[in-house]
């Protein structure tokens, strides 16, 4: 399972040779269309139909997860708890890739730390 954050979302949705070339990569691997929990939407997304018009393109070929279940929210907030930093956003990013999914960012810090806590959650930068 793939799961992206408001990182990987940003630099997937750009039109360049690299985000090509990653997401061929991952078709090949089976591991497309990614799962994108919809409070992710608030951290890539500006409200704007002209600054989100690449973002919202790419969504339409992602898999957004619209409900958060009473449990993977206490298990993300368990997550935060013991890696003592990361977002309730970062932490429902990681607690929808376990067990032994992967997650796609920009930023590794707060992830990593939360994935150290996790159920075989890798977190890869993009």
Same mark, same amino acid.
């Given at each position: 399972?793939?799961?992206?954050?408001?990182?990987? %979302? #940003? @630099?997937? &949705?750009?039109?360049? @040779?690299?985000? &090509?070339?990653?997401?061929?990569?991952?078709?090949?691997?089976?591991?497309?269309?990614?799962? %994108?929990?919809?409070?992710? =939407?608030?951290?890539? =997304?500006?409200?704007?139909?002209?600054?989100?018009?690449?973002?919202?393109?790419? =969504? /339409?070929?992602?898999?957004? $997860?619209?409900?958060?279940?009473?449990?993977?929210?206490? !298990?993300?907030?368990?997550? !935060?708890? !013991?890696?003592? !930093?990361?977002?309730? $956003?970062?932490?429902?990013?990681?607690?929808?890739?376990?067990?032994?999914? #992967?997650?796609? #960012?920009?930023?590794?810090?707060?992830?990593?730390?939360?994935?150290?806590?996790?159920?075989?959650?890798?977190?890869? /930068?993009?």
């Amino acid at each position: 399972m793939l799961i992206l954050d408001s990182g990987g %979302v #940003t @630099r997937l &949705a750009e039109r360049s @040779r690299q985000a &090509a070339a990653l997401i061929l990569a991952l078709r090949e691997q089976d591991l497309w269309p990614p799962f %994108v929990p919809s409070v992710v =939407l608030v951290e890539c =997304l500006q409200g704007h139909p002209g600054r989100d018009a690449l973002a919202n393109s790419f =969504l /339409k070929t992602c898999d957004i $997860v619209e409900e958060i279940s009473e449990p993977l929210a206490r !298990r993300a907030a368990l997550l !935060r708890r !013991r890696a003592r !930093r990361g977002s309730a $956003v970062d932490a429902l990013v990681v607690a929808l890739a376990e067990p032994g999914g #992967t997650v796609l #960012t920009s930023d590794l810090g707060d992830l990593s730390a939360l994935a150290q806590h996790s159920r075989g959650v890798r977190v890869e /930068k993009v």
